[in-house]
């Protein structure tokens, strides 16, 4: 006869007087102690982007206990902050060799540090011997790293564990310096780029521009004709040949709301605001410059908020144009 009784921690199986006792998996046994201490190695200068630093290492296995040589299977794990790039390690001691393991995780890398050294845990293992150990990972300030993290306070955690040991961690924080370079870049375009010399020929001028700060940035302002100063109402200005007759289709950079559109009058030598919204602007059919007398355009994209327009951000505005009567005079095609 055979009779099967469970229970919620074991399963007892009786058989012909035979009994078999499965048991839940028992947690290694704790027989080290391990420790770590991370340390930020920083250069004289200031960490500006593009600077290399050290974050130090100095990590340990200990034991009163006889037969136990180290700390089983022992790794170190470290995921480096945003913007700090990972560069390389140091090598590993002479009597705890291991290997080092690099992955990505989102914007961040981790870097993870096994030691491989035979071990008596006390059984036969691989791990991290007796002692004390020092290493290095070589990191840097990212090259790309924006403005907004100018004076920031970032901590960075190094993690050993061992199957044998309690875990332990270790912070080390770094505050980089990273001024703000405004900076932003403009281009223009022509559809068709040729036509035939025909007044009240159409044409659209599209305008683009790109904010390439180092991070975002409280506006975008696109002009044509670039300043300084008042645009040209002369031969040299491109409203010469061509007449503005409105505002087309628009795309906000990302993290704009609204924009505010301007044109330059050639009567009274002043720039005028004819649409403040989020877009695409239409030009007034009263209280603004006749048409005829614009000589210059100019967006200013704008967010909710400060620092709202993101890095790498573009707005596009399309403006139409037509061929005034002095186009006569140039080649058939222009």
């Known amino acids: 006869?055979?009779?099967?009784?469970?229970?919620?921690?074991?399963?007892?199986?009786?058989?012909?007087?035979?009994?078999?006792?499965?048991?839940p998996a028992q947690a290694a046994t704790i027989n080290a102690s391990q420790g770590i201490v991370k340390t930020a190695i920083l250069p004289s200068t200031p960490l500006?982007?593009?600077?290399?630093?050290?974050?130090?290492?100095?990590?340990?296995?200990?034991?009163?206990i006889t037969g136990v040589t180290g700390c089983d299977t022992t790794t170190i794990t470290d995921l480096l902050p945003e913007w700090i790039d990972y560069v390389g390690v140091s090598s590993f001691p002479g009597t705890a060799p291991g290997t080092v393991t690099t992955s990505a995780v989102g914007d961040r890398t981790q870097v993870v540090l096994a030691f491989t050294a035979a071990v008596q845990t006390p059984s036969a293992s691989t791990g991290l011997p007796l002692g004390s150990y020092q290493m290095d990972i070589q990191v840097r300030v990212s090259p790309n790293a924006p403005w907004t993290i100018d004076g920031t306070t970032i901590p960075?955690?190094?993690?050993?564990?061992?199957?044998?040991?309690?875990?332990?961690?270790?912070?080390?924080?770094?505050?980089?310096?990273?001024?703000?370079?405004?900076?932003?870049?403009?281009?223009?375009?022509?559809?068709?780029?040729?036509?035939f010399n025909t007044p009240g020929l159409?044409?659209?001028?599209?305008?683009?521009?790109?904010?390439?700060?180092?991070?975002?940035?409280?506006?975008?302002?696109?002009?044509?004709?670039?300043?300084?100063?008042?645009?040209?109402?002369?031969?040299?200005?491109?409203?010469?040949?061509?007449?503005f007759t409105g505002f087309g289709a628009m795309t906000l950079p990302a993290g704009a709301t609204g924009v505010t559109?301007?044109?330059?009058?050639?009567?009274?030598?002043?720039?005028?605001?004819?649409?403040t919204g989020a877009g695409p602007p239409v030009y007034p059919a009263t209280g603004a410059p006749d048409p005829a007398d614009v000589y210059g355009v100019r967006f200013t994209y704008t967010g909710a908020t400060a620092a709202a327009i993101e890095r790498g951000a573009a707005g596009v505005a399309a403006i139409a144009l037509a061929q005034r009567a002095n186009v006569a005079g140039l080649p058939v095609t222009t």
């Open 1 to 23: 006869m055979v009779a099967v009784a469970a229970a919620s921690v074991s399963v007892v199986v009786i058989a012909a007087g035979l009994v078999a006792i499965a048991a």
């Open 48 to 64: 500006t982007p593009g600077t290399s630093f050290s974050y130090r290492l100095d990590f340990s296995c200990g034991t009163s």
């Open 156 to 195: 960075n955690t190094a993690n050993i564990a061992s199957a044998n040991a309690d875990p332990k961690s270790s912070t080390a924080t770094v505050t980089p310096v990273v001024p703000q370079t405004p900076a932003a870049t403009a281009d223009k375009s022509f559809s068709p780029t040729q036509n």
């Open 202 to 243: 159409t044409t659209t001028l599209t305008l683009t521009g790109t904010n390439t700060t180092n991070g975002p940035a409280d506006s975008l302002v696109v002009q044509d004709p670039a300043g300084p100063g008042n645009p040209p109402t002369g031969a040299t200005s491109p409203f010469h040949y061509l007449a």
């Open 261 to 275: 559109a301007e044109v330059y009058s050639s009567l009274d030598s002043q720039w005028h605001t004819v649409y």
